[in-house]
């Protein structure tokens, strides 16, 4: 639906059609007086008041158009120099002269942009320090007791350290992973790849755990399966290691998690289902955020972000639905085949 009034272009438009018919009549005025003096006549009185009302008439909208001009442009210079200081909440608004609204409308979506930035930013090394402040204290409190000689420096103490180090070391990776693919430097090394080995090899890697936490993890494969598509079997596999991570910790035990291979349209579809609580319908479409996760259950809340974005580079798409029965159902679209351009393509 178009919005009323005049768009930039008409509005140029009429703007410079005034301008060339205030242009003629001065010139055809001044002609007139030229030739009267030339012809040794005294220019017709209607003639000199005619020229000076143009003059002054040009004068007055020429005066308006360099004062609306000029403090529009000294309001764009404050909120520029607000801006290199820092204050990225600055906005100009309205200005009084129109052709610069354009360029004020810019400054305004430039600097939001710049202040969503900038307060994801500071979200991202707040989440980032919280979520490494609790290995470290462990880390810390467990060798300054062993320095005390509170407990001896064996195995059943050293143990939980290194493991606690993995949990920082997975963290930083993943960290590591999500702003490489957000800055569009990580590539992905296609070739072609039979996605039903891609889920048995996902779902076999985290047969143990789903074990250990008393759920049966199954694997089904439909008919219809693409048997080949052009990926990068390593960064799909994590994708799928991800939608399980969650999917079992979310299952209570005795319940089952089910991984299918099926195709739609000629593209290959991985749908991974548990029987968990589910997603909160409010928030559904922050499931893909950064450390968007759960307050009753483990993890980073990097899993999904992480996915979403090599699912995105692969051209595909990526979904989480959560039916009325309960439970959550994560699908994921991949193209079967690459515009064959060339095997390595960075992330957008």
């Known amino acids: 639906m178009r919005q009323g009034g005049l768009g930039p272009g008409r509005r140029f438009r009429r703007g410079a059609f005034v301008a060339l018919a205030f242009v003629v009549l001065l010139v055809a005025a001044l002609a ?10 005294a220019p017709a009185p209607w003639i000199t008041v005619t020229v000076s009302a143009v003059v002054v008439v040009g004068l007055i909208l020429s005066a308006r158009v360099l004062w609306r001009s000029a403090r529009s442009i000294a309001v764009l210079m404050d909120a520029a120099d607000r801006v290199a200081g ?27 942009r710049l202040d969503t930035n900038e307060r994801r930013r500071r979200e991202l090394l707040a989440d980032v320090a919280h979520e490494l402040r609790n290995p470290l204290q462990v880390i810390r409190g467990s060798l300054e007791g062993m320095l005390d000689g509170l407990y001896p420096a064996d195995e059943a103490r050293l143990r939980p350290l290194l493991e606690e180090t993995e949990v920082m070391s997975r963290l930083l990776e993943d960290l590591r992973t999500l702003s490489m693919a957000e800055a569009g430097v990580l590539t992905l090394e296609r070739e072609t790849v039979d996605p ?13 755990t ?31 290691a991800n939608l399980l991570t969650n999917a079992i910790r979310h299952s209570p035990a005795g319940a ?17 289902d ?7 319908s409010d928030q559904v479409p922050f499931v893909f955020d950064r450390f968007v996760t759960s307050a009753d259950t483990g993890g980073t809340g990097l899993g999904l972000a992480i996915a979403k974005r090599l699912v995105e580079a692969h051209g595909g798409t990526i979904e989480a639905i959560t039916p009325n029965g309960g439970g959550t159902h994560m699908r994921v679209q991949i193209p079967r085949m690459t515009d064959g351009r060339n095997r390595e393509r960075r992330l957008p």
């Open 32 to 41: 007139t007086v030229a030739a009267s003096i030339i012809n040794g006549n």
């Open 86 to 112: 820092g204050d990225y909440t600055t906005r100009v608004g309205e200005v009084p002269s129109r052709p610069l609204g354009r360029l004020t409308a810019a400054f305004d979506q430039m600097t939001e």
């Open 196 to 208: 039903r080995r891609v889920a048995e090899d996902a779902a076999e890697a985290y047969r143990s």
């Open 210 to 240: 789903a074990d250990e936490a008393d759920v049966r993890l199954n694997v089904i494969l439909g008919d219809d399966a693409p048997a080949a598509i052009e990926a990068d079997p390593v960064r799909l596999t994590e994708v799928l």
């Open 256 to 272: 089952s998690v089910t991984v299918r291979v099926a195709s739609a349209n000629g593209d290959v579809v991985f749908e991974v």
């Open 274 to 280: 548990d029987a968990g609580p589910g997603i909160p």
